[in-house]
Every structure is written in C-alpha cells, then in structure tokens.
C-alpha cells in the first residue's frame, strides 16, 4: 500500500518535486531568462531593431554637412607656331608646361522637408523593431512552453513508467512464489515474463521521447542540445479569465493587431513624404580653390596662380514632373484602405481565434476534472485487485487488467493537465497577455 500511496503523490504532485531543486533542475524562469539571451530569432530581432536604431542618426539622414577635398597635376610636352599680321612668326619647341589645382567643397543642406518627414518615419520604424521584436519573444516564449511542458510530462510518464516495471516485476515474484508451492501455473509465470517485457519496451521508448523533447528544448532557447537537466513538473492555472476580458485584451494588446497599426501609420508617412515633394530644398555650399599652372620659357605667360573662396545658396523646386508623384500618391492612398481593410479582418479573425481557444480551454478543464476523476477511480480499483490478487481471489489477468487501467489513467491526466495549460497560455498569446505568465 505504501508504493502505492507514493505512485499517486507522484502524479497528483502539486509541489516542486526533488528532482527540481536538484543541481541540474531547469525552472521555468531559468528557461526564460535563456530564451532571451541566446535565442536566435529574437538575437535576430534585436539586430534590426538597432539597425532600425542607426537609421535615424542624422549623418544617415542627410543634416550634417559634406566636404570633400579635390587636387591634381598634370602635364604636357609639346610646342606652338604663332603667326601675326605683323608679319612676325613665333615657333617654340619642346616647351614643357605643368599644372596643378586643389579644392575644398562643403555643402549642406538647409531646408528639406522630404528629409524631415523621412526621419520622423525611421524614428516610428524603431518602434515598429521593437514590437517586431516583442512579437518574436512571443512566439518563442510559447514555443518555450510548449517544449517545457512536453519535457515536463514525458517526465512524469517515465515515472508512471518506471512504477508500473515495479508493479510488474512484483506481480511476477508472486506468479513463481505460487508456481514453486503449487498454487500456480507455468502460464501465469510467462503472461508476467510477456508483460514486464512489453513495460520495458515502454519504459524505453519514454526515455527515448524524453531525450528527444530536452534536446528540442535545448534547440529553442538556443542552449547546447545535448546539455542534460531536469524540469519542475508543477502546473498552476490563472484565476478569473473570462471570454470578455481576453477578448477586450486582444484588441487592445495582440501583437498582430498592434504591428498593423503601426504599419499603418507608417504607410500614412508615405504619403506625407510624397506630398513633401511639392515643397522647394535649399542647399548652400562653399569652397576654397587653387591653381597654378608653369608654362615653358618661351610662353607669353610663364606662370599663374588663382586662389579664391566662394559661396552660394541654391534653391530648387520640382514643379511639374509629369505626374508621377501624383500616381504614387493615389497609388500610397489605395495601399493605406488596402491595410486599413486588412485590419478589420485581422480583428475578425482575432475575435474567432480568441472564442475558438476559449471554449477548447474550457472543454480541457473538464477533460482535466475528468481524467482526475479517473485516475482516482482507476486507483481504488488496482488497490482493490491487488488485495484480492494477493489473498488468491484475483487472477494475474485482472491483477494485469487493472495496472494497465491505472497506467493508462495516469498518463492521460498527464497529457490532460499539460494540454490545459497549453491552451491557457495560446489565450494568454492572442490576449497580449503571455509575457506576464508567472514563471
């Protein structure tokens, strides 16, 4: 009675188990707290949020003024025949000249509202990085769960496992116990062997599957897959979720519904940075230049220099440029309905996910009670089988029978009570609430 006592504290258990607090143990919250540092799509995520970042820098963004620098020589061989009406003639031969110049330009803008429109727009693009970048903890915040809570089960079904190999090789001592003193058949002996058999098959494929399951939880935090850990199996369910409530939350916090708005605000200064293009820009620039040029002996000026400081102000101003600009803006005001369409629906569709989810929440919660209710009875009754297989009342088929109601019992609670949780925080997703999930 006591092993049995002990097997259903391990399956009802609603404290943290041994294995949890152990050197090895990975909580939920470490889980996390991994995800976040390591995992590759949202490392990925904050990459281009501070790209997004760089983009709205003024030196990328045309405020800061330019200034280049400019120098040359060349040089030439060659030689001239002057006549003049004088009657005078100049031949000059083998005349070597060189030249050589430098400048210094600086422009800079003054006044471009293009300019100013697009950086405002790259500010409210980092914005959108940083909710694209919450949409990615999201996602593999509920992919975290997923893969933890599958490690967490198959945890507990090898458990389940392991004590029901126990029961078996208990039921297969009694079996040669009563054939040696006559009370029993070779048969009940080889249905034990059989059976203890297929419980071992069993156990290994558990081990196998939960091996599988660290490994692909491993994956999605971005940890080594081959690091080894055991997980706490605790479950605890949120109070006070109501169909109203998670649908209110999900128009107001669902990622999907909050990138759409941003998207559309961003497609709003598209059409504001098209306009701008009717507005004049006024550049200004300024240089310093220098030439000097050495001609041959025989030149009638055998050198000069040219040094000066010049400034201007340049002011332009696209009128007409054949309609394109007005084609882009009736084509961005189509694109602005198209998304302001495509919001509706995402709504539509958030409110059906949402409805949907809720009532599966609600149907795994009564598969949860259930199955509990099951397990409860599935246990009475192999307490009950096992006296009477004991005192010689039960035969080894119902004793068998009965274990294996009671191994089936407790393993779909297991997956009852994980598939409720899943679900819970699927709601928690489409609500924009699952980053405030207790750890």
């Not at 391990?10 to 294995?19: G, M, N, T």
């Not at 031949?91 to 803008?109: D, E, G, H």
């Not at 190999?165 to 079996?175: N, P, T, V, Y």
């Not at 602005?336 to 958030?350: D, P, V």
């Amino acid at each position: 009675m006591s092993k049995n006592i002990l097997f259903y504290l391990i399956v009802f258990s609603v404290f943290i188990s041994e294995d949890a607090l152990s050197q090895n143990a990975l909580t939920r919250a470490d889980a996390v707290k991994i995800l976040l540092e390591k995992n590759y799509g949202i490392r990925v995520a904050k990459n281009n949020k501070r790209i997004a970042e760089n983009n709205t820098s003024k030196k990328n963004n045309g405020y800061l003024p330019t200034l280049n620098a400019n120098a040359g020589l060349s040089s030439n061989l060659g030689g001239s025949n002057q006549k003049f009406g004088s009657g005078m003639e100049i031949t000059v031969t083998n005349a070597f000249n060189w030249s050589t110049n430098a400048s210094l330009i600086a422009n800079y803008t003054l006044i471009d509202k293009e300019r100013d429109i697009t950086l405002e727009q790259l500010k409210e693009r980092v914005e959108l990085a940083d909710f694209e970048t919450r949409q990615a903890i999201e996602q593999n915040l509920l992919q975290l769960y997923s893969s933890y809570y599958e490690v967490a089960r198959l945890s507990e079904n090898l458990k389940v496992q392991e004590q029901t190999i126990e029961l078996s090789g208990q039921r297969l001592k009694r079996a040669q116990y009563r054939y040696d003193y006559g009370q029993g058949s070779k048969l009940d002996i080889l249905n034990a062997e059989v059976d203890i058999q297929r419980d071992r098959i069993n156990l290994s494929n558990v081990k196998q599957q939960l091996a599988n399951a660290k490994r692909n939880l491993n994956f999605v935090i971005g940890q080594t897959v081959s690091e080894d850990f055991r997980v706490d199996t605790t479950v605890s369910y949120q109070s006070g979720l109501s169909l109203q409530g998670l649908l209110a939350d999900a128009k107001a916090k669902n990622i999907e519904v909050i990138l759409s708005d941003k998207n559309l605000q961003l497609s709003e200064y598209d059409l504001k940075i098209i306009q701008s293009g009717n507005k004049p820009v006024l550049n200004s620039s300024a240089s310093y230049d220098f030439t000097f040029q050495d001609n041959a002996a025989q030149a009638f000026i055998t050198s000069s220099t040219n040094r000066g400081l010049a400034v201007g102000l340049n002011l332009s101003w696209n009128l007409f440029d054949g309609g394109l600009r007005e084609i882009r803006r009736q084509n961005t005001l189509v694109s602005i309905e198209s998304q302001r369409i495509q919001r509706e629906q995402t709504l539509s569709s958030l409110e059906l996910d949402v409805t949907n989810t809720w009532e599966s929440y609600q149907n795994a919660l009564f598969i949860l009670d259930a199955e509990l209710q099951s397990l409860e009875v599935s246990q009475l009754n192999f307490e009950r089988t096992e006296e009477l297989f004991n005192s010689g009342q039960a035969s080894s088929v119902d004793y068998r029978q009965a274990q294996l109601n009671l191994l089936s019992a407790a393993t779909n609670y297991n997956t009852a009570k994980y598939d409720a949780k899943l679900i819970e925080l699927q709601l928690l997703q489409l609500s924009g609430r699952i980053m405030e999930e207790e750890f």
